[in-house]
C-alpha cells in the first residue's frame, strides 16, 4: 500500500509563504498586478498592535468558528467558556481534543499571536471521498466561510478579498506497488490574509482547508493587528504611525536582487506590510522569497532552506531585513548532476 500527502502549510509568525518554486526550480520573479511598488507612493507605516482577548472574548470567537467546522451551531456557550477557562492565564500555546456532537476536533490557541486553530478530525481522516466538489466548489465554501466570520464580526470584511486568496492542496494517492497510482486533490487550503489598503498584511489573516467534499476540514485565523482609523475608505495610521513617499520601486529592488544573488532558484517578489522584527512597526516592503543554490564539490547540487528578505522602500541603499529563521547548519541534497 502506498499512500502520500503533499501538505503546504505556514509558519506562526511569519504568515506569509510568499508561493513555492516552480517545479522547474526557475527563478524568474513572479508578481501579481496589485504587489508593483512604485517611487513616489505615499505609504503608510504603522504602529503594530497586539490583540488581548478577554475570556469572553475567545470564548465567543472560538464558539463561531467551531460551528462553523462541526457545522453545529447550537452548541452552549459554557462549553467554551470552559475550555477557555482550564487555559487562562496560559502566555504560550494550548491545546485540547474536544466531541462536538458526533464531531471529533482539535483545537490549538497560540495566545502571543492570537493564532486560532480548529480541525475536525473525522472529515481530514475521510481519504477516499468519491465527490470532488472541484475548486469553484471549494472557493464557495471560503466565500461562505468568510462572510458567516464577517457576519459574526469575527473578521471586518473590508479587510479581505476572496477573490486574492492563494490556493495549495493536500494530495492523496493510494494503490498496490504494481499500479500506476495516480494522486487526487484531497484537500483545497486556502490561504487569505489580512488586507491594508489592498496590501497584504503578511503576519494577520486565516487558512480555510476545504475537503474533496465541499465540507469544511479546518480554519486557522488570527496574526498581529495595527494601530489606525479608517479615513473615507482609507486606512491611516495612529500612535506612532505615519506616511512617507516611496524611493524605490519593485523593478529596482528585483534589479538588484538579481545582481547580488545569482544563484537563488524559486524566487518570489511581494509587496506586503510586515512586523519589522525589533521595531514594533509594520511597514510596507518588497518582500522575496528565495532559496539558494551551490555546487558541494563532488557532483552534487544541495539547495538551503527558504528564505525571506525585506527590502526598503524609503532607502534604496539599505540593506534586506532578514524575516527568516537562522540559516540550518544542514542543507538537504535536491539534484544530482551528470
Known amino acids: 500500500m502506498i499512500r502520500q500527502r503533499d501538505v503546504r502549510w505556514l509558519g506562526i509568525a511569519f504568515f506569509a509563504c510568499l508561493g513555492c518554486a516552480k517545479p522547474d526550480g526557475g527563478s524568474e520573479p513572479v508578481m501579481t498586478s496589485s504587489a508593483l511598488a512604485v517611487a513616489g507612493t505615499s505609504l503608510a507605516v504603522f504602529e503594530a498592535k497586539q490583540p488581548t482577548r478577554t475570556s469572553d472574548d475567545l470564548s465567543a470567537r472560538l464558539r463561531t468558528i467551531v460551528g462553523l467546522v462541526a457545522a453545529n451551531s447550537s452548541v452552549a456557550p459554557s462549553t467554551f467558556s470552559d475550555l477557555v477557562g482550564r487555559h487562562a492565564g496560559a502566555a504560550a500555546r494550548w491545546a485540547e481534543k474536544i ?148 524611493v524605490v520601486d519593485s523593478a529596482a529592488i528585483i534589479s538588484r536582487f538579481a545582481k547580488e544573488t545569482p544563484d537563488a532558484r524559486g524566487v518570489r517578489h511581494r509587496l506586503m506590510y510586515v512586523i519589522m522584527p525589533g521595531t514594533g512597526m509594520v511597514e510596507p516592503r518588497h518582500v522575496v522569497f528565495s532559496a539558494h543554490s551551490s555546487d558541494d564539490g563532488h557532483g552534487d547540487i544541495v539547495i538551503a532552506r527558504a528564505t525571506h528578505a525585506a527590502y526598503s522602500l524609503a532607502d534604496a541603499s539599505a540593506a534586506p531585513v532578514s524575516l527568516s529563521d537562522p540559516p540550518a547548519s544542514t542543507k538537504t541534497k535536491a539534484t544530482r548532476t551528470q
Not at 466531541?99 to 492570537?114: K, M, R, S, T
Not at 475548486?135 to 464577517?150: D, H, P, T, W
Not at 492563494?166 to 497510482?181: A, F, P, R
Open 99 to 246: 466531541a462536538i456532537g458526533a464531531a471529533n476536533l482539535h483545537v490549538e490557541y497560540y495566545p502571543q499571536f492570537d493564532d486560532l486553530r480548529v480541525n475536525n478530525l473525522d472529515v481530514e481522516d475521510q481519504l477516499n471521498p468519491s465527490a470532488d466538489v472541484g475548486e469553484a466548489g471549494a472557493r464557495a465554501v471560503l466565500s461562505s466561510v468568510v462572510a458567516k466570520l464577517a457576519s459574526a464580526n469575527i473578521i471586518a470584511a473590508s479587510q479581505y478579498d476572496t477573490s486574492t486568496a492563494e490556493l495549495g492542496y493536500t494530495k492523496h494517492m493510494e494503490g498496490v506497488s504494481t499500479e500506476t497510482v495516480v494522486p487526487q486533490v484531497l484537500q483545497y487550503r486556502f490561504t487569505l490574509r489580512r488586507r491594508i489598503n489592498g496590501i497584504d498584511f503578511a503576519n494577520a489573516g486565516m487558512r480555510v482547508v476545504v475537503h474533496r467534499d465541499g465540507r469544511l476540514a479546518a480554519l486557522r485565523i488570527g496574526g498581529g493587528d495595527v494601530k489606525s482609523i479608517v479615513t473615507a475608505g482609507v486606512e491611516e495610521p495612529t500612535g506612532k504611525g505615519y506616511r512617507f513617499n516611496s
